[in-house]
């Protein structure tokens, strides 16, 4: 049976997987581009997705919170955290906005030129460049190779991280 992985999961774990990541490579992701702005969205057009998407092809799942039409009759996916305040995207939900915009591609045959964040205060506009296409996948084979691995060394010394982390029961390396 074709095994998926769960994007949501799988976006927790790139953080790790981020800071795994020797320092040069580390440097060079931090300082890649990113084509975000904010802007106004009106909220009233979003339509919620009640179930998750697929991709057969990439192995991928996941369920964007919302989806809206734009005037072109282009889907883009959006993905909302209501708790995070912050004056720029984070880069897992950045690579997790980017897999929704693959997964909306593989189901509806078109692919989206941007997707949209909507932290507590601002909504920004993701554009799904080349580079974030190629990055994601980039993470997304790394994580898959790191999963048949026996182990994966801690990547970080953020106790808070282990805290609210879902693995934190079965992790020999937790640090709260
Ligand atoms: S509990 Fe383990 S897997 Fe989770 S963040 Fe901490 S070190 Fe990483």
């Given amino acids: ?12 774990l790139s953080a790790a997987f981020f800071l795994r990541r020797s320092g040069r490579a580390e440097q060079r992701r931090a300082g890649a581009p990113l084509d975000a702005r904010v802007v106004y969205a009106d909220t ?4 919620r997705m009640e179930k ?3 991709s057969r092809r990439y ?6 919170d919302y989806i809206v ?7 883009i996916p959006i993905e909302v955290k209501p708790n995070r305040a912050a004056t720029q995207p984070r880069h897992s939900d950045t ?3 980017m897999a929704y915009g693959i997964l909306v591609e593989e189901k509806f045959g078109a692919r989206p030129a ?13 554009a799904f460049t080349e580079e974030l296409r190629a990055k994601f ?14 182990n994966v060394p801690r990547s970080h010394d953020d106790p808070v991280r282990c805290k609210y982390c879902g693995y934190r029961d079965e992790c020999n390396e937790r640090l709260a």
């Fill in 114 to 126: 941007y997707g949209l964040l909507k932290y507590r205060d601002d909504v920004f506009e993701i």
């Fill in 44 to 47: 009233g057009a979003w339509t």
């Fill in 69 to 75: 039409q734009t005037e072109t009759g282009a889907l």
């Fill in 1 to 12: 049976m074709e095994i998926f992985l769960v994007v949501v999961i799988a976006v927790a």
């Fill in 52 to 54: 998750p998407l697929f």
């Fill in 95 to 97: 690579m997790q906005l």
């Fill in 137 to 150: 996948f980039e993470i997304l084979q790394e994580m898959r190779a790191a999963r048949s691995a026996k």
């Fill in 59 to 64: 192995r991928l799942t996941g369920k964007p």
